[in-house]
Structures are given as C-alpha cells and as structure tokens.
C-alpha cells in the first residue's frame, strides 16, 4: 500500500511492489521467524526425499483418524492460489493490451477455472 508512497515512480517499474512483497516475506520468515522466534518451517525437503526423478503413480493411504482435514485445507489454500493468480494473469494482460479492466471479466475468468476444477 505504501510502496508508490516510498519509491520515485521511475524505478517502480524495476522494482515492482510484488517482488518487494516476495523479498520481505522470504527475508521474514528466515531472519525473525527462524532465526528470532525459532519457530520451524515446513519445507519440501523436509517433508519428503528429493532425488531428482518424479514420483510413482500410487493411490495415497488416507485413514479415518482426521488426516482428510489436513487434505482439505491444502485443497483450499491451492484453490484460492490458482484463483489469485489467473485473476492477475488477466490484470497483467489487460495492462498489456491496454485494454480496459472488466469485473465481468474478472468474474468470468474465476467462474471458468472452477468449472475447470471441478471437470478435472
């Protein structure tokens, strides 16, 4: 919200205030709440072995004992990512065409991918 407030508008372009929001939280979350608080982070590497190569097809082994509130709530959090980011593709292409930003559009764009979903 600040960023236009701080930057002179000709390096904005450079340095755009998304990037500046990737840089702080990654600087975050590995100076002050690993680093200052202790608190550990889940990371790919920690979670499984990386060998290189992709994994085997198999059916996962999901239990009865609450492991499905867990599945769900990366669901969920994955749904809202692929929504954020086709709804700032469709901004971005706007910019670059210059076209005109549309809340049907924009609607449109999100009813479509969760048709997709769903169907896939």
């Known amino acids: 919200v600040a960023w236009p407030k701080v930057i002179p508008p000709k390096y904005q372009r450079v340095l755009p205030s998304s990037l500046v ?4 939280g990654t600087l975050w979350e590995q100076f002050v709440h690993r680093a200052a608080l202790g608190i550990s982070t889940r990371t ?16 996962p082994q999901v239990g009865k004992d609450g ?14 990512v692929g929504l954020i980011e086709s ?14 930003p549309s809340v049907f559009r924009s ?14």
Do not use: K
Not at 107 to 120: F, H, K, R, T
């Open 21 to 24: 929001a990737i840089i702080f």
């Open 44 to 59: 790919v590497g920690g979670t499984e072995q990386l060998n290189g190569s992709l994994p085997r097809w198999h059916v």
């Open 107 to 120: 609607n449109q764009e999100c009813v479509a991918q969760g048709v997709a979903n769903l169907v896939s």
């Open 87 to 100: 709804v700032m593709t469709l901004q971005a292409c706007d910019e670059i065409t210059e076209t005109l």
């Open 67 to 80: 492991e499905w509130g867990v599945i769900f709530q990366y669901a969920i959090s994955l749904t809202f």
